[in-house]
């Protein structure tokens, strides 16, 4: 077993005081960088995209926080945050990222979100990310950071789906919980065999 420990999105945007903040987004930081010493391998994921990406709401004269169609499905319109290069997009200042081997930037594509840690929201556009596990010889991820309900879900889905072992340690994520999402999260991520820890 080569085991990954994968950081989703600890970045300044969703924490308290950023444009997207998730509830004591800034709690798990901690944890997280305790967590990191026992790990083969740790990758960080940051979301990071262009100024007037397609999943703000602002692109679409509309309000945040609200449903609309894209070419590959529904997608949350979100109010602008992590745009490539802010202080938002940056990670908590008190992250470890010296320990990352890997940093995996996503969303950067202007007409595709991209929650998941190897796959665009039109669930077919590789990030890279499945290829660098595997040629690393990784089958385990444990999986931490922010949003559960978003990124997080999507990433550990995915991962299950592609064959990897995944845990998601739910103290070191926390939630948007918007709509019923981070139930649905969890109903999904069991489904797909994720353990939750
Ligand atoms: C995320 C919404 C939009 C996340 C990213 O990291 O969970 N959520 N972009
Ligand atoms: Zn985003």
Not at 20 to 40: H, K, R, S, T, Y
Not at 43 to 67: C, E, K, V
Not at 136 to 149: E, F, K, P, Q, Y
Not at 157 to 173: E, K, P
Request: glycine share 10%; charged share 15%; aromatic share 8%.
């Amino acid at each position: 077993m080569t085991h990954a420990l994968i950081v989703i999105d600890v970045q300044n945007d969703f924490c308290p005081g950023g444009a997207l903040a998730v509830p004591e987004g800034d709690q798990i930081v901690p944890g997280i960088n305790a967590l990191m010493e026992g790990f083969d391998a740790v990758i960080l994921t940051q979301d990071w995209h262009p100024a007037g990406h397609s999943s703000f709401a602002s692109s679409h004269g509309t309000a945040p926080m609200t449903l609309t169609e894209m070419p590959y499905g529904p997608q949350v319109l979100w109010p602008d945050h992590c745009v490539q290069g802010s202080k938002g997009a940056g990670f908590h200042k008190d992250l470890m990222t010296d320990r990352a081997d890997l940093i995996i930037r996503k969303g950067y594509n202007p007409a595709i979100d991209s929650y998941s840690a190897f796959f665009e929201n039109d669930k077919t556009t590789p990030t890279g990310l499945e290829g660098y596990l595997r040629t690393r010889g990784i089958d385990t991820l444990t999986m931490v950071g922010l949003a559960t309900d978003f990124c997080v879900n999507y990433s550990a889905v995915d991962a299950a789906r592609l064959g990897f072992t995944v845990t998601v340690r739910q103290d070191l994520c926390r939630a948007i919980d918007f709509d019923g999402s981070l139930a649905a999260a969890v109903e999904g991520m069991v489904q797909a065999g994720v353990t939750l820890a």
